[in-house]
């Protein structure tokens, strides 16, 4: 294991401990750190505990960890959750004034910076998270000039605020320099050559950013935690890229309008969670009959209904499989990282408009709200191409071909109509109640699987393949379960892990036939991932490794699972 | 043009005969014809019921899709090609029962959309239940002891949500039919133009005759009737109930696609845009 520290940032809703995670996160990745961050929050505004932690390493890593090193706690009344991931080595950072006893008696080393004091003085309470944030920044070591650039980046166009914060930054960043000078820290990590500038990117930027490197010209949602993430996003950057962005009386209305849009010749997207995505079942059906290409972000959260609105879980995965009425092909992709978002939302749009299906974005409240590091997200694969034909008269949209996919003509492209039922039909796209041509069809529709299948991701693997342990896992869990396995050094094991669910790739059968023991880690409470790799292999799990808490796995509890598991002799 | 144009050879229209449809069926096609509009410059949009069956029975693009939803993709037609003539078509259960959200929500965004709602106060699709704007006292197969709920008045509530267009017609009266909907479609921004129609088959109290004898033209014809007040005035009364334009704003309020990011520089369509790659590409650098 390299050299790492983590860092875990507590503060009430509305106290700002966002401000400084993006403020510190920024500041540590040019100051030649590798750094990731993820947070956990409560579903209210203002109050409460919140929680950010920001991973501090000599490699790229990029999972969340229970252990902290270093606890910044803003406010007070810190919850269990953090609570019992403090250990004996725990140094904790905060303000008497405002932590009053909570720390009284507790073991673990406290120093202290009297940050509310520092804030009165820089001219308002409010700016003690910009304290905190200079504070930090001595202590690993960042030249203030760096947070100074950021902190004019983000309150530069009001001046008085950034005064104030400025004074407060410049006054914590003092204090932690003079703790540094003490000695109270012994926090030493090599660092890159100056030069190092990463790509700091959280999940919903990498969500939009992909779909718009993919065409997504036209946005449409119901707001819902944490899809609506990404509505923000395009609803802030829609000038900058020039797209259509509309916020909907409902989701129903989202996704319908994102169909119109599609048959317009638009490259639309909703983007939900779970509650919105079982709202749009219908609209899904629709496109399917209709073969209208279209795209949902379905951002998971624990249900079932309400559920926990702010927190992470994996158990849409069903849902998105088996949603909508009738039989019809669908793609289901579930990004592991920044980068897999932004690469899958990218491709989603030309699957989407080339197959004419539903194709899924399956992520979840982490890897949406997690920031990442990418010494690069290359864009140089220029290549886009629309899908659709200019339309000639006597142009028939349902038209028989080998593979299954007719020609798409969209409205206004062409000299032919567009007609679009969503009544099975004929080629041309009237009302058909003949049995014939009902199955014909239907098979037509079908049939497009098996080419979706032939071009699906095949997983990753990593580890030894020929190992006799398979740990399988899909979408945010696994950069998780990399970094356990790395830890777990072992060499008869492999991680195998799914950016697509759905449809499997044909080599899914053979990569799990040659383990002797196949373990599925996922984040719900049935094991939806491993019941599908059984429908689809006929291999069952050994174990299941779950977790639905509504907090993501760590690598330490995902290390301690593996072990169990592996210790536990041969699966068959 | 010639309402000709419009016609689809061979078409198995499925009405009852007599039904109100084939009224107004053939009034929009004049009505097409003569703004000199081709089917390929028209999208029809529908949802589900007998109304929303009218796209098939004419040459135009077409999206028919689900009970209700009519009015949302044709809002996602005309934003991705302002271009287009959009007209979304239902009766009253299609756009006041299952898609009443949408409505209220569709005048609200103003998008530049006709829409028609063939009003024959049943459900004919389904068999002669109630729909929304079932009079008090009818009595169905389902509503035994007549229907209880008050009828929803689309043209008050249209005007109180501020629809830009709110008319009402009736099939019997073609002409005046034919000429409010050519005004709905030259109207910049969203039309309501509630059409009432009977239905000969489930619908035994409004009848034509009933129709005629509960209604009267509004005499003038203005080319602008912009005091919604008094149209609101219109919206509530009756029997007898005014026919005609009942509010058409004046002034030059801007449709939703006016005020899309997506047309501030360009009014192209969005099926000839491509990814704005450079710009994605800058904003990425900027994360660093």
Not at chain 1, 137 to 148: H, N, P, Q, R, W
Not at chain 1, 526 to 535: D, K, N, P
């Amino acid at each position: 294991m390299g050299k790492e520290i983590s860092v875990v940032l507590c503060g009430a809703a509305g106290q700002g401990v966002q401000t400084v995670e993006s403020l510190l996160v920024k500041a540590l990745a040019r100051s030649g750190y590798h750094v990731f961050a993820t947070k956990e929050s409560m579903s209210r505004v203002r109050g409460g505990s919140n929680s950010t932690e920001i991973r501090i390493a000599d490699r790229h890593i990029e999972a969340f960890v229970d252990r902290i090193d270093l606890l910044v706690p803003l406010n007070g009344g810190l919850r269990p959750n953090i609570w019992k991931r403090l250990d004996g080595k725990t140094v904790i950072l905060g303000d008497r004034e405002e932590l009053k006893e909570e720390f009284e008696g507790h073991p673990n080393r406290f120093i202290e910076i009297p940050f509310l004091e520092i804030a009165r003085k820089a001219g308002g309470e409010v700016t003690a998270n910009s304290a905190a944030a200079g504070a930090l920044c001595a202590i690993f070591g960042v030249e203030f000039e760096l947070l100074d650039d950021l902190l004019k980046r983000r309150f530069g166009a009001k001046p008085e605020i950034l005064g104030k914060n400025h004074s407060s930054a410049t006054e914590g960043y003092n204090r932690g320099l003079a703790l540094v000078g003490s000695g109270a820290f012994g926090f030493r990590l090599p660092r890159r050559d100056p030069g190092w500038k990463p790509v700091m990117i959280d999940g919903h930027t990498a969500v939009s950013l992909g779909a718009l490197a993919g065409g997504c010209n036209f946005v449409t949602a119901y707001p819902m935690s944490p899809g609506s993430g990404v509505l923000a996003f395009m609803g802030q950057n829609a000038s900058k890229f020039d797209i259509a962005v509309e916020q909907a009386e409902d989701e129903i209305a989202a996704v319908n309008m994102a169909i119109g849009a599609w048959a317009a010749g638009a490259r639309a997207m909703a983007t939900t969670s779970g509650g919105g995505f079982a709202l749009m079942e219908e609209g899904i059906s629709l496109a399917a009959v209709t073969e209208t290409p279209l795209v949902i972000h379905l951002g998971q959260r624990p249900g079932p209904a309400t559920g926990m609105a702010t927190r992470t879980e994996q158990a849409d995965l069903e849902l998105a499989l088996y949603a909508g009425h009738g039989e019809f092909p669908r793609i289901i992709l579930s990004p592991g990282d920044a980068q897999e978002a932004f690469d899958l939302s990218r491709r989603a749009f030309d699957w989407a408009d080339r197959y004419q299906v539903p194709v899924f974005v399956l992520t979840d409240e982490y890897l949406l709200d997690s920031v990442y590091e990418r010494e690069k997200l290359p864009l140089e694969d220029g290549s886009f191409s629309h899908h659709f034909v200019e339309t000639q008269p006597g142009y028939l949209r349902y038209r028989m071909t080998e593979d299954g996919i007719s020609p798409r003509g969209v409205f206004g492209n062409g000299t032919g109509l567009v007609r679009i039922d969503s009544h099975e039909h004929d080629e041309s796209g009237h009302i058909e109640e003949d049995f014939e041509m009902r199955e014909r069809m239907q098979g037509k529709r079908m049939s497009k699987l098996d080419l979706l299948e032939r071009e699906a991701i095949p997983p990753s693997v990593h580890g030894n393949p020929d190992g006799n342990t398979v740990v399988a896992c899909w979408g945010s869990t696994g950069p998780i379960v990399k970094e356990a396995l790395d830890r777990l050094d072992r060499d008869d094991a492999a991680l195998v892990h799914f950016s697509q669910v759905y449809p499997l790739p044909p080599s899914t059968g053979r990569l799990l036939a040659g383990a002797k023991r196949l373990l599925v880690v996922e984040g719900n409470s049935t094991g939806q991932f491993a019941r599908l790799l059984r429908t689809h292999t006929g291999r069952k799990a050994d174990h299941l490794l779950l977790n639905f808490r509504g907090h993501q796995f760590s690598v330490e509890e995902i290390a301690r699972g593996l072990e169990k598991a592996l210790a536990g002799g041969e699966g068959r | 043009m010639s309402p000709r144009d419009f016609d689809v050879e061979h078409a198995d229209v499925s009405w009852c005969p007599g039904c109100g449809n084939f009224q107004i069926l053939s009034v929009l096609k004049e009505a097409l014809a003569e703004l000199g509009l081709s089917p390929r410059e028209v999208v029809l949009v529908s949802g589900i019921g007998q109304a929303a069956k009218t796209p098939h029975f004419m040459q135009g693009h077409i999206i028919q899709g689900l009970h209700g939803r009519g009015l949302p993709v044709a809002t996602g037609v005309k934003a991705a090609n302002p271009g287009m003539t959009v007209l979304a078509i239902g009766g009253d259960g299609d756009m006041y029962g299952e898609g009443g959200n949408h409505l209220v929500h569709t005048i609200r965004r103003n998008p530049d959309i006709t829409n028609l709602v063939h009003n024959n106060m049943v459900y004919g699709l389904t068999k002669g239940q109630a729909s929304p704007t079932s009079p008090i006292g009818l009595k169905t197969p389902v509503q035994v002891d007549g229907v209880f709920a008050e009828p929803l008045n689309p043209l008050a509530l249209a005007l109180s949500q501020g629809a830009s267009f709110v008319a009402r017609a009736f099939s019997g009266d073609m002409p005046g039919t034919r000429e409010i909907i050519k005004a709905a479609i030259l109207h910049r921004g969203y039309s309501l133009v509630d059409i009432f129609q009977p239905c000969v088959s489930f619908n035994k109290v409004n009848t034509y005759k009933w129709f005629k004898e509960n209604t009267y033209v509004l005499e003038d014809f203005p080319e602008t009737r912009n005091d919604r007040g008094k149209a609101m005035e219109l919206a509530l009364a009756g029997p007898p109930f005014p026919l005609g334009i009942l509010y058409r704003e004046k002034g030059d309020r801007p449709t939703f696609e006016d005020h899309l990011a997506a047309y501030r520089e360009t009014r192209e369509p969005l099926w000839r845009r491509t990814p704005p790659l450079e710009r994605i590409g800058s904003y990425i650098e900027g994360l660093r």
